[in-house]
Structure formats: C-alpha cells, structure tokens
C-alpha cells in the first residue's frame, strides 16, 4: 500500500492555506467598510443641506418678493427723477443773443508771433417765462471765442428774475498782446472786416428756483450761444441760445 493520508484528513500544509485564506478575506471585508461609508437616509441629507443653505422653498419665495418690491421702488424713483428734472428744465429762461459790438481788433506780426488785441462785447437777453417762479442765477462765468481763438473767461454777476421779468446781461471780453495763430489772427480780422464775424459764447453757473416760498437751489445750468453770426444780429434778429440743466459741467 501506499504511503497516502486518509482522504478524511488534512496535510499541516492544506490546514495553514486555509487559515490564510481566511484572514486574507477578513481583512478585505474590514477594508471595505473603511473606504464605503454607509448610506444615510435621502430625506435626512436633504433636509440636512437645505439646513445648510439656510433657503428653503419659503426663503425662496421671500427673496423673489423683495426682489421685485425694490425693482418697483427703484422704478418709482427713477420717474420721479425724470419727472422732477423735466420740470426743472421746463422752467430756464428763454435765452437770446441781441446785441454784438467790436471795439477793437489789433493783429501785429513780429519774427517770431502773431500777437492779437481785441476788445468786444456781447449782450445776451434772458426771459423768464413763468407765471410763478422766480429764477436766481449765481456764481456764472461765460467764455468766448471765434475763429479758433479763446478770449478767456468772464464773470458775470448774480442775478434775480420775478415771474415774467427779462433781464440783459452784459459780457465784455478783452486780450492785449495775447500769442494767437497767424492764420486764426488774419481770419478774425477779415471777419471783423466783413462783418461776418461769428462768436461763440459759453454760460456756466448754477440757478435757484423760487416756488411759494420755498427755495430749490443749487441746480448747476449751461447757456450755449454757439455759432452767433454777426451778419444776423445787425439785421435786427436775435439768435436764440440753448439753455438746460446740466449736471456734468
């Protein structure tokens, strides 16, 4: 006979395979678990993270309610604004330009410049139109230039108009001396010449409106007399200037 186990038994060698096995299966079970965490309960997490979004459907519906609450109340403002600035620029005079005089006109060619002295004035005529409001204009300056030329800025005082009252002002404008362009200098004086010139006048400043008894100050305004032509106004016409209110000066 041979020299085979009994077919009941186990070698040493198939016993300790078997225990290997065995511990080797464990552990990957034990790994397992580690690394795939057990699954909470769908309506717990949702809930949960709803929690910690802090909005919900009622925090929804809020949000979406004031949203459109202060779009309304930004409209609100916004036609209020423009309703109140048209009626501010409703109520600026009626601006025109009547009168132009030169007094002098001087060009002197040296080797190195072209030196210009003029002396002019201009007068401008303004008319409030209302019924009840009183205008206040304060704190303008005008500026004047033709043919390219800057004649530099010019003060002009306070004025008040009553409801219905027209008022001049009168702007003069000098330089003596002052370095010019050959080519500007020689165009002004043809102009002057001709009597064709034309003159470009700028009002800035800021106006208050009187309304029963109550005071609107502070409003910053712009009269635009651009494009003036002399030949016009000796014919007895007054160009009209553009006057509005204008925030950013």
Same mark, same amino acid.
């Given at each position: 006979?041979?020299?085979?186990?009994?077919?009941?038994?186990?070698?040493?060698? *198939?016993?300790?395979?078997?225990?290997?096995?065995?511990?080797?299966?464990?552990?990957?079970? +034990?790994?397992? /678990?580690?690394?795939?965490?057990?699954?909470?309960?769908?309506?717990?997490?949702?809930?949960?993270?709803?929690? &910690? &979004?802090?909005?919900?459907?009622?925090? =929804?519906?809020?949000?979406?309610?004031?949203?459109?609450? #202060?779009?309304? @109340?930004?409209?609100?403002? @916004? #036609?209020?604004?423009?309703?109140?600035?048209?009626?501010?620029?409703?109520?600026?005079?009626?601006?025109?330009?009547? &009168?132009?005089?030169?007094?002098?006109?001087?060009?002197?060619?040296?080797?190195?410049?072209?030196?210009?002295?003029?002396?002019?004035?201009? &007068?401008?005529?303004?008319?409030?139109?209302?019924?009840?409001?009183? @205008?206040?204009?304060?704190?303008?300056?005008?500026?004047?230039?033709?043919?390219?030329? /800057?004649?530099?800025?010019?003060?002009?005082?306070?004025?008040? *108009?009553?409801?219905?009252?027209?008022? /001049?002002?009168?702007?003069?404008?000098?330089? +003596? =001396?002052?370095?010019?362009?050959?080519?500007?200098?020689?165009?002004? *004086?043809?102009?002057?010449?001709?009597?064709?010139?034309?003159?470009?006048?700028? $009002?800035?400043?800021?106006?208050?409106?009187?309304?029963?008894?109550? +005071?609107?100050?502070?409003?910053?305004? +712009? $009269?635009?007399?651009?494009?003036?032509?002399?030949?016009? $106004?000796? =014919?007895? =016409?007054?160009?009209?200037?553009?006057?509005?209110?204008?925030?950013?000066?």
């Amino acid at each position: 006979m041979s020299g085979s186990a009994p077919k009941g038994n186990r070698t040493p060698l *198939q016993k300790s395979l078997s225990r290997r096995v065995s511990f080797n299966e464990a552990t990957i079970s +034990k790994a397992h /678990d580690r690394r795939t965490p057990p699954l909470a309960d769908d309506d717990s997490d949702t809930e949960s993270r709803s929690r &910690r &979004r802090g909005c919900g459907p009622r925090c =929804n519906s809020c949000c979406a309610w004031t949203s459109l609450i #202060l779009g309304i @109340l930004l409209l609100l403002l @916004l #036609l209020v604004g423009g309703i109140y600035f048209a009626f501010l620029q409703s109520n600026l005079p009626e601006v025109h330009l009547h &009168r132009l005089d030169i007094y002098t006109i001087d060009v002197v060619n040296t080797n190195n410049d072209t030196l210009l002295t003029a002396d002019f004035e201009v &007068r401008i005529n303004a008319t409030n139109g209302s019924d009840r409001i009183e @205008l206040g204009f304060r704190s303008m300056t005008a500026s004047m230039s033709s043919a390219g030329i /800057d004649f530099g800025d010019v003060k002009i005082g306070d004025l008040h *108009q009553l409801p219905r009252m027209s008022t /001049d002002m009168k702007i003069r404008a000098a330089v +003596k =001396n002052a370095s010019v362009e050959e080519a500007a200098a020689k165009e002004l *004086q043809d102009n002057v010449k001709e009597r064709m010139l034309v003159i470009n006048v700028v $009002i800035k400043g800021h106006i208050d409106f009187f309304l029963g008894g109550k +005071k609107m100050n502070g409003f910053p305004f +712009k $009269i635009d007399c651009s494009q003036m032509d002399q030949s016009v $106004i000796d =014919n007895g =016409n007054s160009p009209k200037c553009n006057a509005k209110m204008s925030p950013l000066q």
